[in-house]
């Protein structure tokens, strides 16, 4: 009889596995149900038309957010007169309360998408800034400015941050080489194309339609965003687990899903406690928050600082803003690298050795040096201290840009790989600091170019990169004993495997080591 029992039970076993493989999903040993490798509905295994599109629509959204942040400070300019406040006040109504929003943000929103999926929060969060951008340009009063730059600001941490998590869901960690990449450069593209764009705007039309068009943007983003896939894996393991129940109701079956949020106690929990106690419990997030804030900091000092140096050599606004354009070149010219980081992915893969995030660091290295030398270069070759003609100091730009997209994206993708499908909350507690830090100083440093000469101010910034140099060694020589100090960093790559249809190590023939 007990031979009969075990024989049926064992029979049972047999069926519902291939019951499952016909929905495209597998039993696991302790009898969870996961995704079959072969499984289209995937992320990783979605067509290259799909993963095109919802890629473009989210990079898209981040240069549109990124760019807008930056225009403010040259909308500030003309609404100063406006609404009768200080240059200090104006670009902190405009661009330091966006950039704070930002980073408040950062916090709510990226574990909100690991609980609850990508597709939602793009589509609310896109139509939202759109009515809110119209809403800055058109009520006449500063507190309105303010108000809807800080919402606008706590929107566009969605692209900011969830893009990377997206782009994990997406993408294998060779892909996510060139992925990242494209993230961090449309991200500091934006940067440096936002004063340009609102130069002009604000001197050919108004300042107002600044925000009038950055809401004419967003509003067809959204459309976009209604013809996105939903890309988060263990959502999507729970949707098709749902679907093979109704096929076939009889039976228990459970997915490992992490995600999973039983009451409002626990969300509060993952969406507010889970991101700031990561910031002060990790170390390896302590450590590259620290270096990405640094390195992030000066990227908007030097958008900042540009227009400044140049309109007092008696160049306009408009002229002046165009000196972004080399650091936008030197952006661009961070593709170089990536040759190399996939040489040494495919290297390694040929030689079956085991691939760790601090393999992936060669961006980081290559830009700190490369920083500090473009920003003394930068220093003393501004006229009139320095008998040169401005384009020297002009040319100094290119490098600079080249190494500060490189160390920022090199940062965020090392994070990425440190803590895979949890990678949006890993930048969640990075980006209120970082948020932090840029919104206090960014008032100030037109005070401190005008107090004291462009030179000696640029010095300063000089002497901070220099100091940044000794970050890659420290990340090189100590980071993998950082990382494994890093209790949340392992839990990450547990479930990480548990979610996935094809590990980094199939995809690139690597072994993945903490």
Same mark, same amino acid.
């Given at each position: ?14 069926? &519902? ?26 992320? =990783? ?66 574990? %909100?998408?690991?609980?609850?999926? =990508? ?35 706590? &929107? ?48 050919? &039309? ?57 009451? &409002? ?72 690298? =990536? ?22 660091? %060669? ?152």
């Amino acid at each position: 009889m007990a031979e009969k029992t075990e024989i049926s039970l064992t029979t049972s076993i047999e069926v &519902l596995r291939l019951n499952l493989e016909s929905h495209g999903l597998e039993l696991t040993e302790d009898g969870h149900v996961r995704w079959d490798k072969k499984n289209p509905a995937h992320p =990783r295994n979605w067509t290259a038309w799909r993963k095109a599109y919802n890629t473009i629509v989210i990079l898209f959204l981040e240069l549109i957010t990124t760019m807008n942040g930056t225009a403010g400070t040259s909308a500030a300019d003309q609404a100063l007169h406006h609404y009768k406040i200080s240059q200090s006040l104006a670009v902190f109504a405009f661009t330091s309360t966006y950039v704070l929003g930002q980073g408040v943000g950062g916090i709510f929103f990226p574990p %909100f998408s690991e609980a609850f999926g =990508r597709k939602t929060l793009y589509i609310t969060s896109t139509l939202l800034y759109c009515i809110f951008c119209v809403i800055a340009a058109s009520v006449p009063s500063i507190a309105a400015v303010v108000v809807a730059r800080l919402i606008t600001g706590i &929107l566009s941490a969605i692209p900011t941050i969830v893009v990377a998590g997206s782009i994990e869901d997406v993408f294998n960690m060779q892909a996510r080489v060139w992925m990242i990449f494209c993230w961090a450069l449309v991200g500091n593209l934006g940067l440096v194309l936002g004063p340009i764009f609102s130069t002009y705007i604000a001197n050919v &039309l108004d300042w107002q339609w600044v925000f009038y068009i950055a809401a004419i943007i967003t509003g067809i983003i959204f459309l976009l965003c209604l013809g996105l896939k939903e890309s988060r894996p263990s959502l999507l393991l729970e949707r098709q687990v749902a679907a093979f129940r109704k096929a076939a109701p009889t039976g228990l079956y459970r997915t490992r899903n992490p995600d999973r949020i039983p009451d &409002l106690k626990a969300f509060l929990d993952v969406t507010i406690i889970r991101p700031i106690r990561l910031l002060f419990t990790e170390p390896i997030i302590i450590m590259v928050t620290i270096m990405d804030s640094v390195a992030t900091t000066l990227f908007y000092l030097q958008a900042e600082s540009l227009i400044v140096v140049y309109t007092s050599l008696g160049l306009s606004g408009t002229q002046a803003s165009l000196s972004l354009i080399p650091v936008g070149i030197g952006c661009l010219l961070g593709f170089l690298p =990536r040759f190399y980081d996939d040489w040494k992915l495919t290297k390694l893969r040929q030689q079956g050795k085991p691939l760790q995030p601090e393999d992936k660091l %060669f961006g980081f290295v290559l830009g700190s040096p490369v920083l500090a030398v473009a920003l003394w270069w930068f220093a003393w070759t501004i006229p009139p201290q320095v008998h040169t003609h401005w384009a020297i100091s002009m040319l100094a730009l290119i490098p600079a840009g080249f190494a500060l997209n490189d160390i920022t994206f090199t940062l965020q993708g090392y994070l990425a790989d440190s803590y895979t499908i949890y990678a949006a909350s890993a930048f969640a507690g990075g980006l209120l600091a970082r948020s932090l830090m840029i919104a206090a100083i960014l008032p100030f440093t037109r005070l401190m170019y005008t107090r004291i000469t462009a030179n000696a101010a640029t010095s300063i910034l000089a002497s901070v990169g220099t100091l940044f140099c000794v970050s890659p060694y420290i990340l090189l020589r100590h980071g993998k004993g950082i990382r494994k100090a890093s209790p949340f960093a392992q839990f990450s790559l547990d479930t990480y495997t548990e979610n996935q249809v094809e590990d980094d190590m199939n995809a690139a023939g690597l072994v993945l080591e903490t």
